[in-house]
Structure formats: structure tokens, C-alpha cells
């Protein structure tokens, strides 16, 4: 078989990853606060990086709690507002790991459909309307995963309009937001909710991570919010291992800090731009048939095959792999549903190999249906 | 007042850490394995490190899973195994962390008495034969925190003997056994177990860190245990935070794989000796009516003073901050009792600064009590 193409995880590619800044971010983290480094540090963070966060957000620093990768953050979170036969909100589809997340947690998880323009404000305002009471509403604003859309300005207002009549908690989770590669960027709900992003008392807790502009192994994520919420999860998080790995959260203030970030950013999203159109191509030329959202950022396309044809995404997912390609079945993002969807991530694969990728997939998409 | 000096923390001091040692380790790891630290790798921690731990214990791999800092596993381990109204036994005194780590899951905690050999086996013997019945107990086999004595071969034998009769889970938390700086090495009730280390259905499950032989900012720690059992926490590692951090564990498994590890292992045994040996000549100068177990190892001295003389360590503690000197209280280790005790960290306390903080610490006492 021919090399195996991976559509599968959402993550970079390691040659988009600049190595050689962070093997100099990592020498100058050492040198220059040897004893931040080396030592316990405490739960909110190492201090520096804290600093730098709150200055990029425009929040006092006690709004900013710095964790080993946002998904530590939204367990966190989770854990402190979610407890067993709550009401939550995601969007449909949403991210797998946070569906079973939710779901651990006992969460009475109520998925509302997911636009072109993001969540569905009429559905949801139907469902708060007919007594749905959520402790919280968990949105990817950017570039959603999966399905790759973007949540427009209009729809940002409604839902905190929503927000502040039903008194539940958006959880504005973020991550893609910085790796934009066209189109306009839109003011986050952190910035949009009464008092702006630095509120104390705001319904928005916003989560973001360097996973996707320094890199994963880092671990590193964010969260920004009202100071006496953060500070409980702080506690937790102190409860939990006392302090983020501070040697891992100092190398990536030395990187983001210094003169090489803008051009290493900018690298990513020009490798996720050509990928991300290459795939679209490809689609349109291997897959016709197939539907998606052209993101203007992020990982992900969520293609839609059409309904009534008998697609299974688990028969295709099989006949990929069979062909050496892997993807992520529509049904791991849905409690019900999704079988005639999957999602590609072309984060990882080189614009050289999303051809053939395609090619292949669509010859697993006619042999499932066969 | 003069300079605060710190008995407080079980932390090592900035300066018997081998800054440039790690910054080599850190260069080494981003040149020699740019994707491996990059990339997200899996809940079981870094592979190489994984590997390494492994060949030290003697185990498989799958016996073995790399966390963010050992108290990280511990949590993980507790969530695993610990359900609300669980019985759990833990030694008296015991680490702060752990007594508050089993009460907020629940746990129905039974504190069995530390002796200057460890835990005092027959007191849990009569407790297992009055109807106890564990899920789990908690030692610290080596240089107890906050209690300093280490488990005898004997006693280990004897527990090891215990959990078979009744079918309960020994979790041996070993964060300080390599720095042992007099003695001889007891193996490990890991080791002792039937079927040795690599018992895929031994009673014990074996946590230790590297916060003490590299630094704690680098928070890398590792359970040890049966492959069921690992695999099962690897599951719940995954939910929490995908992998720890690989940028952290890469350069912990090239620092402790390379040339300079032994000196700096050395460099901080030889340090310790020297404060433990400081402290304990301090404390029979100014507080002669203190008694304490000198330990053999490890960060801590545990200070009683005589009963029924109206001691009380918060005031002491009290008393002693005024004089800027740090310590614990007793009380922060037990459920009940403790209050003519207190906990000494030597291990960021310099040789030349350690006569001048007990001798304040005496005025302390003596200030309490009157």
C-alpha cells in the first residue's frame, strides 16, 4: 500500500513548526530566570507568560489562569460549573473530546444545530423559549471543529443577548482563532459581553491555547475570565499537580515574546491556507457530490455527502483506511446522526499529498456505497 | 527585618539545580527529536522517557504511564480508584496534599500511626481485624513527608502481607527515594511484591517524580503499576489533557539520560546532607527540648515538642513569621491533633542560613508559650 495520507488528527505538521525558535526560546528561558524555571511555580501559571496573556487580552492578570493545554482548562471548567444532570449547550456537531467530556460528567447535553454563519440563535432561543435552562453554552466562535465555520458578528450579539436573559455561562472556546488565514476577524464575545473583557462579572469564560501557533507538545493553554471564578479553578487546578509545567509555559513566553513569532505564525497559516484550498479543489474535482464550508482558518473541513443515498461514514472510514487514508467519521461529533458527514483535517498533510489523498477517499466513498 | 528564611516549602533550592545541564537537554531534545517534542504524543507520556523509566523499574512499558508531576497521578489514581465513602488508609502524619486530595472524593480516611520505622503495621493489623476495609493505603516509604522516618524491610514485608489478606491496593508514593543521601537503599514493596516488579496483578501501584532529582518546574512524574490498571488511567489522562507536556518530558529523558546527571544527582544528595545534618545540630543547640527523627534522606524534619506543656503551632508559626522564619504546623498534616509539632524543609535553606532561623525559631516557642 502506498503511504498512509492522515486527515484524521487535528494538528500541524512538523515542518511547520519552528524548532529552531523554540531551541532558542528554551536557551534563552534557562539563561534569563533560571530559578522561574527550575522551581514549583504556582497554579495560575508561569508569571511572565500570565502577563503576557492578560496584555493581549487587555484584563487584569487575575482574569488569566495559564494550564497544561486548554483541554486541562475546559476539564477544569467543566468540572467547577457542570455538575451531574445539568443542562448544557454545544453546538451540532462539536468537538468529540468535549461531548465525552460532558457526558462523564452526567451532563444533560442538548446539541443545537450548527450553521454556515455558526450555532443556530433561532433553535437555541426556541429551545431557552420552551424552558431549556443550560448552566452553559459551549461555542468555537473560529473555524469550528468540526465543522469549520465561523460564528458571524450578529450571531455573537444574539447569544449574548441570550446569555444575560437566561443567566448561563458561554464558554468561548477559541483555539483556532490566531491561525485566520483570509477573511476579517471578528471581535470575540469576551470583548462583546457588557464591560467588555475585562468585566468581573461577565457571562463569558474564553479559552485559547498555543497548540496551533507555537505547537502541541508544548501543552500549553488558557483560560480568561471573572477573577473569583478563575480563581476557584485555580484551587482545583493547585489541588490537582500545584503548578503548570512552568519550564514548558516559560519557553513558550520567550517564543511569543520574541522576534521570530510573527514570521513563524505566519507560516502556518500560509501552509494551512494552501492546504486547506488544495483540499477544497480536490473535493470539487474527486468528490462532487460532496458539500463542506470553505474555512477561512483553522484545521478542518466537515464535508456532508447527500442524505437518502445510504453513505455510512463508519463503511467509508473503513474502505479510507483500506486505501491508506484515515479520516474521522461524522457520528464521533454527534450524539445522533452524522452518517453521511466526516471530518478531514488537512493541518498535517502537505499540499503535495492532498490529491491523492482525495483521490483515494473518493474511490472509498464509491466502494462503501457498492 | 532580616531576610525571610523559608523552612516552609519542600522545594530545592535555585541553586543545587543543574540550570545548564538542562538547557543542554533542552537543545539536544528540540535538534535530535524536532517531532517527537513538537507534536501532541498520547497520554502515556513521552515515549523515550517511558522507555527509560521502565528499564530503571524493570517493568514493560505498559506498566508505565509519564504524568504532569506525580501529584497529577496521584489524582488521576484517586479518581480511578476512590469512590465517595471508600475507606483509605494514610499515615499519621501524612502529606497535606493527599489527606485533602482523598476528602474532597469523599474518601472515609483512616490515619494509622507513623513510627520512626514507618507506619506502625500493628496498629493497622488491629484496625484490619476490627472490620476495616480499605480500598487503598498511602505510604511513603522513604523519608516520610512530613515525618522523615523510612519504612523498615520489615514492616514492607508486613504490609505487602496485609494487602493479600485483604485485598486492598498499596500505593507506594515514592517521590524522594533518589535522593538518598545515608544508608542503605531498602527495595521497593514494588519489588517485593509476589511476582516482583513486573506483577501484572500485584497489589501495589508505585508513583515517583522527577521534581526532586532534576526540578519541580519541569512537573514530571510517573506511576508505576499493572498494565490494567495503567491502561485505565491512561483512558482518563487522555480526557483531561490529550498528553502532558512532551516539551517538558523530552528534556527530562535527555537530562537524566545524559553525562551530567549523576554530578547533579550528587551535587543535591550532598547539599541535603549537609542542611538535614545543619538543622538537626541547630535544633539540639537552641530547642533541645525538640525531638525529631533525623532522616536519611529526602527534604524534611518533623519537629514535636513536648505534650502537655500548652504548645500550639499556629502560634508558633505565628510567632515565627513575625521573626521571618516560615514553617508548617503540625495540624496541616493529621485530621485531629498535632499541636506541639511543626514541619522544617531543609531543602531550600542554605548551611549558613539554617543556625539563624532556628535560633529565632527558639525565640518563637518561647514567645508562643508565654
Known amino acids: 500500500m502506498a503511504d ?3 486527515f484524521s488528527r487535528g494538528a500541524p505538521s512538523a515542518d511547520i513548526v519552528d524548532i529552531e525558535g523554540l531551541k532558542q526560546a528554551a536557551i534563552e528561558a534557562f539563561e534569563q530566570d533560571p530559578a522561574g524555571v527550575a522551581g514549583y511555580g504556582t497554579s495560575i501559571g508561569y508569571v511572565p507568560l500570565r502577563r503576557w496573556i492578560a496584555e493581549k487580552h487587555g484584563v487584569p492578570e487575575d482574569h488569566v489562569l495559564v494550564t497544561n493545554g486548554s483541554m486541562q482548562a475546559d476539564a477544569f471548567l467543566f468540572d467547577e460549573l457542570v455538575a ?6 454545544t453546538e451540532r456537531p462539536t468537538y468529540d473530546r468535549t461531548l465525552l467530556g460532558l457526558k462523564e460528567r452526567g451532563a444533560d447535553v442538548h446539541l443545537i444545530g450548527l450553521q454556515e454563519d455558526g450555532i443556530d440563535v433561532d433553535e437555541l432561543r426556541a429551545a431557552l423559549e ?3 435552562r443550560p448552566k452553559l453554552a459551549h461555542v468555537i466562535p473560529n473555524f469550528q471543529n468540526p465543522g469549520g465555520s465561523t460564528l458571524s458578528l450578529e450571531k455573537r450579539r444574539a447569544l449574548l443577548a441570550l446569555a444575560a436573559e437566561h443567566s448561563f455561562v458561554i ?8 491561525v485566520r488565514f483570509t477573511g476579517e476577524s471578528l471581535p470575540r464575545m469576551l470583548e462583546l459581553q457588557p464591560g467588555g473583557q475585562a468585566a468581573t462579572d461577565g457571562p463569558v469564560v474564553y479559552a485559547c491555547s498555543f497548540s496551533k501557533t507555537v505547537c502541541p507538545g508544548v501543552r500549553v493553554g488558557y483560560l480568561v475570565g471573572p477573577p473569583a ?14 503548578a503548570p509545567s512552568q519550564v514548558a509555559q516559560a519557553i513558550v513566553h520567550r517564543f511569543v515574546s520574541g522576534d521570530r513569532f510573527p514570521t513563524a505564525l505566519q507560516t502556518v497559516k500560509d ?9 477544497a479543489d480536490a473535493l470539487r474535482t474527486h468528490l462532487p457530490e460532496a458539500t463542506f464550508v470553505q474555512p477561512e482558518g483553522g484545521y478542518f473541513l466537515w464535508v456532508s455527502l447527500p442524505e437518502g443515498e445510504g453513505h455510512d461514514c463508519a463503511r467509508i ?12 467519521k461524522g457520528t464521533d461529533f454527534l450524539l445522533e446522526g452524522g452518517e453521511s458527514a466526516f471530518r478531514l483535517a488537512y493541518s498535517a498533510v502537505t499540499a503535495d499529498k492532498v490529491d491523492e489523498g482525495v483521490r483515494r477517499l473518493a474511490e472509498a466513498v464509491a466502494a462503501a456505497k457498492a
Chains 1, 2 share one sequence.
Do not use: C, H, M, W
Request: proline fraction near 2%; aromatic fraction near 6%; hydrophobic fraction near 45%.
Open 229 to 242: 471564578l478563575i480563581a476557584k479553578i485555580a484551587r482545583r487546578a493547585t489541588n490537582t499537580y500545584i
Open 84 to 89: 451531574a444532570g445539568d443542562a448544557v449547550v
Open 317 to 328: 472510514a473503513d474502505e479510507a483506511a483500506a486505501r491508506g487514508v484515515q479520516i474521522v
Open 4 to 6: 498512509t495520507i492522515s
Open 171 to 178: 464558554f468561548e472556546d477559541d483555539p483556532y482563532v490566531d
Open 130 to 132: 420552551g424552558g431549556l
Open 271 to 279: 501552509a494551512l491556507a494552501e492546504r486547506s484550498s488544495t483540499l
